[in-house]
C-alpha cells in the first residue's frame, strides 16, 4: 500500500506558468487537503475536500483552485504562478472529514517560483 | 491571529535531558492531535486526545489535554536523538471543520 502519492518531487518554476500539483491516494479516505508549509509560518491549509464532488477554502486559496473528480485524487492547479507561492507543499488524507481522524500526509512537492 | 500557539518554537538540548512543549489557545477545541516531522517527510501523527484533562503516554513521550480544552503539552522523558524533528500540534473543532494546525516546535537532540 503506498499511501498517499504526490508528484512532481520538487519543481522549479517560471513566474506566469500554469503548473498542477498531484496527489493520489489508495486507502478509500473520503477527505482530502492540501497545506504550504513555509519557514516560520507552520501548515496553512490551502484547499479541503470532504468527499469526492465537494470542495472548499481553507486559510490561504487564492491563486490555487483544486478539483476532486473521484475519490482517489486531488490535484491542486496554480493558475498564473507568483513568487510568493515558493513553498513546500503537502497533500494528506484522513478517512473522514470531521473530529479525531488521523491525517495521513504525503512526502511534498517542493516548489520553487521565479 | 494563530489560533494555536506553540511554544517554546524551537529547543536544542542534550541527550537524557527532559523537556515540555506547549501548545496554547483562547478558543475550545474537540479534540488535539499532536504530530512529528523530519526533514524532508510529512508529518505523522504521534496522538490524538479527546477528553478534557487527559494523559496519554506513549513510551518517553506524555502528552496531556487541558482540563478546559483549550491547551496541550508534550512532555518527552531522556530525550534521545531520535527525537529531533517538527513537533506540530493539531486542534479540532466541531463538525466537519478541517484541523487548525500551529506553527510548531522545532526539537533538536544533541548526541
Known amino acids: 500500500i503506498a499511501g498517499i502519492t504526490q508528484a512532481p518531487t520538487s519543481q522549479i518554476l517560471a513566474a506566469g506558468r500554469r503548473m498542477t500539483l498531484r496527489c493520489t491516494q489508495d486507502?478509500?479516505?473520503?477527505?482530502m487537503y492540501w497545506y504550504r508549509q513555509d519557514l516560520g509560518l507552520g501548515l496553512r491549509l490551502i484547499h479541503y475536500?470532504?468527499?469526492?464532488?465537494?470542495?472548499g477554502k481553507g486559510e490561504v486559496p487564492d491563486g490555487y483552485s483544486v478539483s476532486r473528480a473521484n475519490t482517489d485524487d486531488f490535484p491542486l492547479t496554480l493558475a498564473s504562478a507568483v513568487p510568493s507561492q515558493t513553498s513546500v507543499y503537502f497533500c494528506?488524507?484522513?478517512?473522514?472529514?470531521?473530529?479525531?481522524?488521523?491525517?495521513?500526509f504525503g512526502p511534498g512537492t517542493r516548489l520553487t517560483v521565479t | 491571529t494563530q489560533l494555536l500557539e506553540q511554544s517554546p518554537q524551537f529547543l536544542s538540548i542534550q541527550e537524557g535531558e527532559n523537556l515540555t512543549v506547549y501548545c496554547n489557545s483562547s478558543?475550545?477545541?474537540?479534540?488535539l492531535q499532536w504530530y512529528r516531522q523530519e526533514p524532508g517527510e510529512g508529518p505523522v501523527l504521534l496522538v490524538t486526545?479527546?477528553?478534557?484533562?487527559e494523559v496519554k503516554k506513549l513510551k518517553r513521550l506524555t502528552f496531556q489535554f487541558g482540563d478546559a480544552r483549550k491547551d496541550s503539552s508534550l512532555h518527552i522523558t531522556a530525550a534521545q536523538p531520535g527525537d529531533t524533528g517538527l513537533y506540530l500540534c493539531?486542534?479540532?473543532?466541531?463538525?466537519?471543520?478541517?484541523?487548525?494546525f500551529g506553527k510548531g516546535t522545532r526539537l533538536s537532540v544533541i548526541a
Open positions: 494528506a488524507s484522513s478517512q473522514q472529514a470531521g473530529v479525531s481522524y488521523e491525517q495521513y
Open positions: 493539531a486542534g479540532a473543532r466541531w463538525g466537519n471543520t478541517p484541523l487548525v
Open positions: 486507502m478509500r479516505h473520503n477527505a
Open positions: 478558543s475550545v477545541f474537540s479534540s
Open positions: 475536500s470532504n468527499t469526492a464532488g465537494t470542495t
Open positions: 486526545v479527546v477528553t478534557g484533562g
